[in-house]
């Protein structure tokens, strides 16, 4: 089994600063790692993923993701955020489940304050 | 312009009626699934399919039906059996079956049970 927990439910930043938004998994299998972007009332949009190699991914729009094998962790980082950053932020893992299925956290709501 | 659609954009359903949820891609894709997505729990898994004329059930399949006759459509029925269809319904599709590949999400229908 695998599961994704996503620490913070919302993150109220100010324009310009810097930001992380914290993700960890468990799985007993080796994982593929991806953080997608929703805006409201959208659909996802993939911002990244980390399948293998290098463990700091970039992705689109400036972000950028650490794979952490000891600490299981994937966070997502960005240096200095925009108002239009502002949106809902899902953290999933694939593993070797049948289908190989995603499993999604909570979410994370970013709230960029000018 | 390849992509997912899905429709309608907002959907209002009497209890007790069953409604039926479009999706549709022209990307190609094998796999397709189905989410329901509610405030701070994250995407949950309904059904998905791998091929034509084959779907399995996923995390929270009771209340739901879905059919998959052609390759492009993968259609998702509430039932009046789903005690609490209100949700954000989203749909996805994935080119081939590896644990890697990226899931490309539609726009998503909001069902309210009046």
């Known amino acids: 089994a695998q599961s994704v927990t996503q620490l913070d439910s919302q993150v109220p930043v100010f324009e310009e600063a810097p930001v992380e938004l914290r993700c960890n998994y468990s799985s007993s299998v080796s994982v593929y790692l991806f953080w997608y972007v929703q805006y409201p009332n959208q659909g996802l949009q993939l911002l990244l993923k980390y399948l293998s190699g290098s463990t700091l991914v970039k992705g689109i729009n400036g972000f950028e993701a650490e794979f952490n094998k000891s600490q299981t962790s994937f966070h997502l980082r960005k240096p200095s955020v925009h108002i239009s950053d502002t949106a809902e932020y899902f953290c999933?893992?694939?593993?070797?489940?049948?289908?190989?299925?995603?499993?999604f956290g909570g979410g994370t709501r970013l709230m960029v304050k000018p | 312009d390849g992509g997912i659609t899905q429709s309608p954009k907002y959907l209002f359903r009497k209890e007790g009626q069953n409604v039926t949820l479009s999706c549709e891609q022209n990307?190609?894709?094998?796999?397709m699934y189905w989410y329901r997505q509610d405030p701070g729990q994250g995407l949950r898994l309904i059904y998905y399919s791998q091929i034509v004329n084959d779907f399995q059930k996923g995390d929270i399949a009771e209340g739901y039906s879905v059919s998959r006759e052609k390759k492009e459509s993968f259609p998702l029925t509430v039932t009046s059996a789903q005690k609490n269809p209100t949700a954000f319904y989203l749909c996805?599709?994935?080119w081939g079956g590896g644990r890697g590949n990226e899931q490309f999400f539609g726009p998503g229908t909001r069902l309210t049970v009046l």
């Open positions: 990307l190609n894709h094998d796999a």
């Open positions: 999933a893992v694939s593993g070797n489940n049948a289908g190989n299925m995603l499993t």
């Open positions: 996805a599709s994935k």
